[in-house]
């Protein structure tokens, strides 16, 4: 993680021991766990807060974009217009309609 391997380990465990003394050691490690496990938590309850609020955002877009659309066939549809009016694709059935046969070729 920091290219800390063995020796280096070691140099520092004994470093705390020299500073803390063998009596205050068990206290500070039971600390500096205690630190890095609620800073882990607090670092996955941002994550999940960001991650939900992208989705909100993204189905919002989605929505209004939808709700566009919609909104513009209607008003295509109240102008007397076909639903492909505004440059979309004819479907199968609005294409059989117009032969005067259903969407399997059948009169």
Avoid: C, N, Q
């Amino acid at each position: 993680m920091f290219g800390l391997g063995l020796p280096e380990l070691i140099v520092i465990f004994v470093i705390a021991l020299v500073v803390f003394g063998p009596k205050k050691l068990p206290e500070l490690g039971k600390a500096l766990g205690k630190g890095i496990a609620e800073f882990k938590r607090a670092t996955e309850e941002v994550k999940e807060t960001i991650e939900t609020e992208v989705r909100a955002a993204e189905s919002k877009i989605d929505v209004e974009k939808l709700k566009a659309d919609i909104e513009g066939k209607e008003a295509d549809l109240k102008a007397g217009g076909t639903p492909d009016a505004a440059g979309g694709e004819k479907t199968e059935a609005h294409a059989a309609k117009e032969k005067g046969t259903d969407v399997y070729g059948k009169s």
